[in-house]
């Protein structure tokens, strides 16, 4: 999911970006951009179990549906 | 009989039942956003290839929501009449893949030139969903679109996508369950019909419309006449020429001209019907805040206006609810007492230090970090994300620029200290990306002296917050006079200017509450991860240094400077030291002192200015060793160390020659 710098508006695909040179222990999980160095921490763990969530809920609801046909 | 004849009940169910081997195909015009939409249903892995006898290149990849479906990104197209290799690439593609559901992608600013298109996606009869992408800039520009309307209208689902921003890709999704095929059905005049109908006889069993396909012949559409022999045999492709020159010859106007024009009238009362404008709130008043935030001289009241919130929001009701947090409610009265009674049940007094002690981990560490830091950085991350969503951060660049190059700092070195808001030791980083070497220990210089990371700042305004908004604007006052200070001197060394960066600067937007949410829990997220093991290391070590009789040491060897020069009481200096392990912990241990009452308003503002100015943290020395080298780090250092004791220590002369009580 590409994104777009809040500071010179350059859209990149994070996946490339995250922060490689970070002198915190393990990593900072922060995503810079590759032209100005705006840097955006990565997307918090609860957003992303929500995101897991919704997407598990629509496979049920697309299973569903797929019984309904075949049915 | 109405052209579209295929035994579709069958198809349908091997189209939106079955998913493995599924096409998705994506349709619109040029430019509309489609291949952004593409990246979003695909992920990182995608296959490009040419178009067999083409020079256009097709991209395809396997749909990232893993149900076997196969992505296939078309070139733009205004019609499926083709007049361009696109265009032919991509109603080939249709013809071809005849299994597949179509995402229609539409620039919600254009959309009757994406419904000419749908028009025809209709006459085909391909299952489909409709994208109106843009919706960000449609929204600017004040076009509205009702979208249930259309929605009903086309009998299609439609939704509404910021493909850049990733919004509505969800919804698209989902949707593709129900993709069924367009009603857009456009009647032309009884002699067109006409043709239409014989042509269609002539034609066989399709995958498309045969409707659809009569009406690329008859808008003389030659490049299909190969795979038309190929079905239909020869005799069929002369008639169906002969019926379409017999129909030219009775019009006098350009057949493909007359079905555009028919096409375009349905389109034109359909629009009648879902789009109008909205007042243009199409934001003249974000558009005028925007002009004037960059404005030289509008800019900075702006500015500080803005400054101003942020301290309300942060100093006043952030701090408010740290206040209570800290004095009783949730530490004072339950937490440490509840750890210190756990603990008096171990018979290891050691032990009990650790925990609730004067440096205990929980009482200091962890309630500095939940107490103290965490509903006031939660408020400034709040402020922040909604300044970076409605796109007010590229205008502080370019203010900041205007401010800086007086004093002779290239546009270039401005960005690294706005990113010196965020985290000192990232803008650090980022000061590699300098041209000069000159200008690279200047950023490097002035983001270890004088730029307060945000953790840091939230907590300044916390504490300044009791005081007074006085005191606010006299700390931001001595802190920007050093930058440029120090800027100005360090820059009469560096000769010569710098090209400016360039930014973008995107339209002032209102603010999208689930855009702030999301950033605000990201950064809040992010800065715990970071922050509390340091908290928790940085107290430890005060621990130790407190048990081994070395925290006294340093406290009396310091008392000369800290009590004597910068007036302050002895217990800063552990505050001091913690501000070498992160100064926002430093400033977190202010905060405490404040509020048992040990440092009194003037005090206050001199321990700020001091930490703000000292050295920089560990983590941010470590980054400038390893960027600027050793020699640097000590170079600088050993002058930020001492320029942050004179300066404190003038104010605090300052405040008494002049009897000022704040
Ligand atoms: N503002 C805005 N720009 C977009 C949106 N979707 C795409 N774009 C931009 O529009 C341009 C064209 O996008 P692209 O996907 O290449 O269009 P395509 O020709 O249809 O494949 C790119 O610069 C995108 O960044 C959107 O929803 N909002
Ligand atoms: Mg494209
Ligand atoms: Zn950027
Ligand atoms: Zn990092």
Known sequence: MSVKCALCGCVFEPEEQSCAVCPTVGGCRVICCPRCGYAVPGESSLVQLWRRIRRKTNAVKGMDSDIRQAG | MEGVSRPRCHTMKGRAGGKTGRKILLVGNPNVGKSVIFHHLTGKYAQVSNYPGTTVMVTSGNASFGDGSVVIDSPGANSLSPRSEDERVTRDLLLKEDQAVVIQVADTKNLSRALLLTAQLSDAGTPMVLALNMTDEAELKGINIDIQKLSHVLRVPVVAT????????????????????????????????????????????????????????????????????????????????????????????????????????????????????????????????????????????????????????????????????????????????????????????????????????????????VAIILPVVGFFFICFSLLEDIGYLPRLAVMANVVLRRIGLSGKAVLPLILGLGCDTMATLTTRTLESKKERLIATLLLALAVPCSAQMAVILALLGGISGTAVALFFAIILIQLLLVGFLASRILPGDRPDFVLEIPPIRVPQLSNVVTKTLARMEWYFKEAVPLFLAGTFILFVLDKLGALVFVESAFTPVVEGWLGLPAATAAAFIMGFLRRDFGAAGLFMLAEQGLLDANQILVSLVVITLFIPCIANLFVIIKERGLRVGIAIVGFVFPYAIVVGGLLNLLFRALKVGL
């Open chain 2, 162 to 369: 910021t493909a850049t921003r990733g919004l509505g890709i969800q919804e698209l999704q989902n949707t593709l369950e129900e993709a069924r095929p367009a009603k857009l059905r456009v009647r032309f005049s009884s002699d067109i019909e006409h043709a239409l109908l014989q042509i269609e006889e002539l034609i066989p069993e399709l995958p498309l419309g045969r409707r659809a396909v009569a009406l690329m012949l008859l808008c003389g559409d030659t490049e299909l006449e190969n795979w038309l022999q190929q079905r239909a045999g020869p005799q069929a492709v002369q008639a169906i020429y002969s019926i379409a020159a017999d129909l030219q010859s009775r019009n006098a106007r350009p057949i493909d001209y007359l079905i555009n024009r028919v096409r375009s009238r349905e389109v034109q009362r359909v629009m009648g019907h879902v789009a109008y404008r909205g007042v243009a709130r199409s934001n003249y008043l974000a558009d005028t805040f925007g002009r004037w935030s960059t404005h030289p001289l509008a800019g900075i009241p702006i500015l500080a206006f803005i400054l101003l919130l942020l301290y309300y929001v942060v100093g006043v009701v952030g701090a408010g609810i740290v206040v209570d947090l800290v004095e009783s409610v949730l530490f004072g009265e339950y937490i440490i007492p509840a750890v210190g009674w756990l603990f008096a049940l171990l018979p290891i007094p050691l032990l009990q230090d650790l925990m609730v002690g004067e440096y205990g981990l929980v009482s200091v560490g962890l309630t500095y970090a």
